[in-house]
């Protein structure tokens, strides 16, 4: 089975600054998918940005961006220029390609960006 | 586009009574998800439906819970009796086409937060 490791439960950031959440995992698959979702308070859970592990190029969403390390089973999120409005619960997720849309999710890094 | 509705938003019932949660998935999305999520975790898959056929439902406690998606529109979570254990968040999420592509997004409802005392 996967497992998806986020060891900072809690970060803070000043506005206007970067940060960077970091996120692990173990598979012994080579098809699969990366995701990270925002959930802010007492809001839904949206999608931030994906990436797919056949693609060596790191994504990027505007102000987020990933580094991908494949033989390191490692998939960080880089937040730059951090608003207010990022403030949130932040999880790391893995797809397994072979597993149809199913998702297993990390225990979730709480980001506060303070003003 | 309307959003994946759910309700109730907040459910508080006794142990060993039931409930039942409803979601509306986002119109002509093939898939349904419920997930469960426990203060403090990330969320864990409950059931995944494609259209009003269950694709996996390994992670569900088929002692007390159940589910369906008569139609393969609108979806039901029930569980009964309730443990202290299932004091969780339930959202529901669904994505667009077979869910089997792994780049289609799912889309999350607010939840319906149950507390069980």
């Known amino acids: 089975a996967q497992t998806v490791t986020q060891s900072q439960p809690e970060m803070s950031v000043q506005e206007a600054e970067t940060v960077t959440l970091s996120c692990t995992y173990d598979?012994?698959?080579?098809?699969?998918?990366l995701f990270w979702y925002k959930q802010p308070p007492s809001r839904q859970m949206i999608l931030v940005i994906r990436?797919?592990?056949?693609?060596?190029q790191n994504a990027t969403e505007n102000r987020f961006s990933v580094n991908f390390q494949k033989a390191a089973k490692s998939f960080s999120l880089k937040i730059s220029d951090s608003q207010l409005g990022d403030t949130a619960m932040y999880f790391c997720?893995?797809?397994?390609?072979?597993?149809?849309?199913?998702?297993?999710f990390g225990g979730g890094t709480r980001l506060m960006v303070k003003p | 586009e309307a959003g994946v509705a759910q309700s109730p938003r907040y459910k508080i019932i006794e142990k060993r009574q039931s409930v039942a949660f409803w979601c509306n998935p986002i119109?002509?999305?093939?898939?349904l998800y419920w997930y469960q999520q426990i203060l403090g975790q990330g969320p864990k898959l409950l059931i995944q439906?494609?259209?009003?056929?269950?694709?996996?439902d390994s992670q569900l406690p088929k002692d007390r819970f159940s589910a369906e998606r008569l139609k393969g529109v609108d979806s039901t979570l029930k569980i009964q009796p309730a443990k202290l254990e299932d004091s969780a968040v339930y959202l529901c999420?669904?994505?667009?086409?077979?869910?089997?592509?792994?780049?289609?997004?799912?889309?999350f409802g607010p939840g319906t937060r149950l507390t069980v005392l």
């Open positions: 999420a669904s994505s667009p086409t077979s869910g089997r592509l792994l780049r289609d997004e799912q889309f």
């Open positions: 990436q797919e592990a056949y693609k060596q």
């Open positions: 119109s002509g999305h093939a898939t």
């Open positions: 997720a893995f797809g397994e390609g072979n597993a149809g849309n199913m998702l297993t």
């Open positions: 598979t012994s698959e080579n098809n699969y998918y």
């Open positions: 439906f494609q259209n009003n056929g269950v694709v996996d």
